[in-house]
């Protein structure tokens, strides 16, 4: 069994910014993604619900998307945070990330039933710009790949 993510970047999340459907805390339909630090690598652990299937026995590749999708701008949102001199759980408030590209490779079909397994590899490339590579694992055995490039949330996403 994967260890789980024990403080996710998306608990400290403020609640306005705490609603994706990926990975909103608040969202009650979503999918609670939960991105963590394992080592100098990121982690997000989900096990698909059965509405998830795309055929009997398979994960729908759509599911494996938003999953890298939430992992890449949750990782960017940790990294930043780190440079930041803080950590999850430190009692302030992240940088919250959007998405302004993401790529998906799906290298073979990923078995239903078993914890899917999102690892991060964080790049900055611009002070607001982060890069994200990640590879999905299901039973120790990549499955995706993808590449998310995340920048900072700008200030008209705020209602207000």
Not at 78 to 88: C, F, S, Y
Request: charged fraction near 20%.
């Amino acid at each position: 069994m994967e260890p789980q993510v024990i403080h996710a970047i998306q608990d400290d999340y403020p609640d306005e910014f705490a609603w994706c459907y990926g990975c909103g805390r608040l969202n009650e339909q979503g999918h609670h993604f939960r991105t963590g630090w394992r080592g100098d690598k990121t982690v997000t652990v989900y096990t698909p619900r059965p509405e998830h299937t795309a055929i009997p026995g398979f994960v729908y590749g759509g599911l494996i998307a938003s999953l890298i999708d939430c992992h890449g701008t949750g990782s960017a949102a940790l990294a930043l945070h780190r440079k930041n001199g803080h950590e999850p759980g430190s009692g302030e408030t992240p940088p919250r990330f959007v998405t302004a590209s993401l790529h998906v490779d799906f290298v073979k079909p990923t078995p239903h039933g078993v914890p899917l397994v999102a690892v991060g590899t964080v790049t900055e490339i611009h002070p607001k710009k982060w890069k994200v590579d990640t590879e999905v694992f299901a039973n120790g055995e990549l499955c995706a790949r993808g590449q998310v490039v995340a920048v900072v949330m700008p200030k008209t996403f705020v209602r207000g």
